[in-house]
Nanobody, 122 residues
C-alpha cells in the first residue's frame, strides 16, 4: 500500500516562501500521478498542483507562476516550492497519489496523511 509523509509547513509572512516535501513509500514511484492538495477550514479539499509520470504539470489558477512542483526519483519525494505566499494560501497541505475527483471528494491510492499546516500571516 502507498503511504505518504508530508513536512515543511509553518508560519510565514505574506510574500514569503516555503518548500513542502512528501516522502512516498510503496509501489512504483516513477509511474504515479502525484499532487498536492489543500484544505482550509470549512472548505472542500482542492487541487493545488499535480505532476504526471511524463512530467506534465498542472496548477490551479491562483498559484500559477508562484508554486513549482517537482519530484526526486532517487528519494521518492514530491516537493512543492511555494513563493510569494498569500493569506489565501493558508491551509493544510497534503500529497496524494493517483487521486481522482468523485463528486466533491478526492479519492487517492494512499490514505490521506496528517498533512502539513501552512499559515500565511503578518
Amino acid at each position: 500500500q502507498v503511504h505518504v509523509v508530508e513536512s515543511g509547513g509553518g508560519l510565514v509572512q505574506p510574500g514569503g516562501s516555503l518548500r513542502l516535501s512528501c516522502i512516498i513509500s510503496g509501489g512504483a514511484f516513477d509511474l504515479y500521478f502525484m499532487g498536492w492538495y489543500r484544505q482550509a477550514p470549512g472548505t472542500q479539499r482542492e487541487m493545488v498542483a499535480t505532476i504526471r509520470s511524463a512530467d506534465k504539470r498542472e496548477f490551479r489558477d491562483s498559484v500559477k507562476g508562484r508554486f513549482i512542483i517537482t519530484k526526486d526519483y532517487a528519494k521518492k519525494t514530491l516537493y512543492l516550492q511555494m513563493n510569494n505566499l498569500k493569506s489565501d494560501d493558508t491551509a493544510v497541505y497534503s500529497c496524494g497519489v493517483d487521486c481522482i475527483l468523485e463528486g466533491n471528494t478526492y479519492r487517492c491510492r494512499n490514505p490521506w496523511g496528517q498533512g502539513t499546516q501552512i499559515t500565511v500571516s503578518s
